[in-house]
């Protein structure tokens, strides 16, 4: 359940305007988690190839296209049955 707030918390922080990039110390804030379980979430869903990050914990980027294909694969399972 960790990983979900995690990934929330990002996908609530992205926005076409964005004026600067979020903290780690932020997202585990508005995750409700604090920097070391968020931290290890990251590093899970890195694991598992869902979510990549850059930058430093100061400033972080996100890239979040393994979690959208893995979410369209499982969306094409369920289309199929």
Same mark, same amino acid.
């Given at each position: ?13 992205? @926005? ?12 585990? $804030?508005?995750? !409700? %988690?604090?920097?070391? $379980?968020? $931290?290890?979430?990251? $590093?899970?869903?890195?694991? @598992? ?5 850059? !930058? ?7 890239? %979040? ?17």
């Amino acid at each position: 359940m960790s990983e979900l707030v995690a990934v929330l918390a990002i996908v609530d922080f992205r @926005r076409p305007q964005l004026n600067r990039k979020p903290s780690l110390d932020h997202l585990a $804030r508005l995750a !409700g %988690l604090t920097d070391d $379980r968020f $931290r290890a979430c990251l $590093r899970s869903l890195k694991d @598992r190839k869902l979510v990549v990050w850059s !930058g430093t914990e100061e400033a972080m980027d996100f890239d %979040l296209s393994g979690l959208i294909l893995s979410v369209n694969k499982l969306t094409d399972r369920i289309d199929e049955e």
